[in-house]
């Protein structure tokens, strides 16, 4: 039951667009569409901003998107912002046994 | 509006056994499933627990199976993790979230954590 794989840091510029990682298996993100990514400021509690893979919860900004190729999810933020700096957690439904797993996050500085 | 309130953290010694509690409001309980995740100081995320909604269905991760039960009960709007055998290595927030009608679904919006310390 290993953790899905994702970079330690990214960081973009004000305006620009990063891509997060999410790698994990064919038993997990590769065989469900249930992967989700979380936002969580510091001393804040997480806020899922992706669903089923490229969903928006309701208030969600449209700069926040998500895709899936294989056993990789990606999370993408465009016109970057310096109130997207925080750190950014993916998650997988992984069947019945393991269940659910998290990435190891990905810290976001905005430059 | 939503609210979850977690209780029952505090200090317990390796070994030892506690309760969390999550009551929740705002929503209708037994509608849907609860998930518990935990954040060790400083780490990331682990995906601990989900309960289906009418608490018929249960789930854990590898770490915790064997020592840890989620149960809810709905007419009093309250989640519970009963946690066993306890290690220091379950040093960490526990946050109470609320997941969706099915189970597989994403845990969707987050309480505001209790801390659990195991240490001698």
């Known amino acids: 039951q290993s953790a899905l794989t994702q970079p330690a840091s990214v960081s973009g510029s004000p305006g620009q667009s990063i891509t997060i990682s999410c790698t994990g298996t064919?038993?997990?993100?590769?065989?469900?569409?249930?992967v989700a990514w979380y936002q969580q400021h510091p001393g804040k509690v997480p806020k899922l901003i992706i669903y089923?893979?490229?969903k928006r919860p309701s208030g969600v900004s449209y700069r926040f998107s998500g895709s899936k190729s294989g056993n990789t999810a990606s999370l993408t933020i465009s016109g970057l912002q310096a109130e997207d700096e925080a750190d950014y957690y993916c998650?997988?439904?992984?069947?019945?046994?393991?269940?659910?797993?998290f990435g190891g996050g990905t810290r976001l500085t905005v430059l | 509006e939503v609210q979850l309130v977690e209780s029952g953290g505090g200090v317990v010694q390796p070994g030892g056994s506690l309760r969390l509690s999550c009551s929740a409001s705002?929503?209708?309980?037994?509608?849907?499933?609860m998930h518990w995740v935990r954040q060790a100081p400083g780490k990331g995320l682990e995906y601990v627990s989900t309960i289906s909604r009418n608490g018929g269905s249960a789930f854990y991760a590898d770490s915790v199976r064997g020592r840890f039960t989620i149960s809810r009960d709905n007419p009093m709007n309250t989640l519970y993790l009963q946690m066993g055998s306890l290690r220091p290595g379950d040093t960490a927030v526990y946050y109470c979230?609320?997941?969706?009608?099915?189970?597989?679904?994403?845990?969707?919006?987050w309480g505001q954590g209790t801390l659990v310390t195991v240490s001698s």
């Open positions: 998650c997988s439904y992984a069947g019945s046994v393991s269940f659910r797993l």
């Open positions: 979230v609320k997941g969706d009608v099915v189970v597989v679904a994403a845990p969707a919006y």
């Open positions: 089923e893979v490229s």
């Open positions: 705002g929503f209708t309980f037994s509608g849907y499933a």
């Open positions: 064919s038993s997990d993100v590769g065989d469900y569409n249930l």
